[in-house]
DNA sequence: AACTCGTGGTT
DNA sequence: TAACCAAGAGT
């Protein structure tokens, strides 16, 4: 197997996405708002949100400074909503315990509300150079065809991380784009439906191609239905709430036709559990 | 370790 | 059309 770097970071050079974060000095709370709004949300979907974000809370003190009911509203329909609640106290963090300014130690990064493997070490090298894996989903699933030969990754692990570290250039610059490189690829190249072998850097020395593409079976967890699901509930209720006049809603308005009552109170509920609805006086509204 | 947590486009 | 997929993290 040669190196794969090289040969990534080639194709990389001339088939990157202009977007926004790889804009030269576009700063690390940039990057760190990038990274929460990409866990698990397109690409497409997020750029012109985090636009309109970081036009409007420029630094972490000014997000830190804005109630949390303005991060949720602004998160939209980005989904995954508990993401903007941990991205503002994210904010409030960097601002009581870093004077401020996004961290660039990964154990620092990690102490961070809503930031995990994955984001600390993006922010660590896309926003500050520095030389660490980084594994999602396109880089695991590159690397599971390229190296391991199999159709699909496995779950999530951290020797993924170690896996990663193998393939990487000892110079940082390069470390890096490589990082960017790998996800790249999968996320336009070697995706998880369709690759378009016949457009990839790696197809002469993919493992998986050589092998004549086996099925090496998938052992992936799969996604649970969401038609008539808990989170739809969460769904409906929150978006009554964002879009409710002044911020608030009266309780027996809140989706009142919900199919499942019970599912409705129970969703209810459980967003208040999770810091994302308050009730008082028989009004529910967005955390202030 | 397995489960939960949104939303919308694609197949 | 139901299932799949998308720059994951917390519990």
Do not use: K
Request: proline share 9%; glycine share 6%; charged share 25%.
């Amino acid at each position: 197997m040669p190196e794969l770097a090289p040969i990534v970071n080639a194709w990389f050079e001339r088939n990157a996405r202009p977007l926004p974060w790889r804009a030269p000095g576009f700063g690390a709370w940039g990057v760190l708002v990038s990274e929460f709004m990409l866990q698990q949300t397109p690409v497409e979907r997020v750029v012109p949100r985090l636009q309109e974000w970081l036009e409007r809370w420029p630094t972490p003190a000014d997000l830190a400074a804005a109630p949390p009911a303005d991060a949720v509203r602004l998160w939209a329909n980005l989904g995954y909503p508990r993401r903007a609640l941990w991205l503002h106290r994210a904010a409030v963090e960097i601002r009581d315990r870093h004077d401020g300014r996004v961290p660039r130690d990964v154990d620092a990064l990690l102490a961070l509300t809503g930031v995990g493997d994955y984001t600390a070490r993006a922010v660590a090298v896309f926003a500050y150079g520095d030389h660490h894996p980084v594994v999602d989903t396109n880089t695991r699933r590159v690397l599971a065809r390229a190296v391991d030969g199999r159709a699909q990754p496995g779950p999530p692990a951290r020797r993924d991380l170690a896996a990663m570290a193998l393939q990487l250039p000892a110079e940082h610059d390069a470390a890096a784009r490589f990082n960017a490189a790998a996800m790249e690829l999968g996320a336009v190249v070697c995706t998880a439906r369709a690759p378009r072998c016949d457009a990839c850097p790696l197809a002469a020395v993919c493992a998986w191609r050589n092998a004549g593409y086996p099925d090496t079976g998938d052992t992936r967890r799969r996604q649970a239905r969401y038609e008539g699901s808990d989170r739809q509930a969460r769904g409906a209720v929150l978006r009554v709430l964002r879009e409710a006049p002044e911020h608030a809603a009266a309780l027996d308005q809140v989706v009142p036709d919900w199919p499942d009552p019970r599912q409705r109170d129970r969703a209810i509920d459980s967003l208040i559990a999770d810091g994302l609805a308050e009730a008082s006086g028989g009004m529910l509204r967005l955390p202030r």
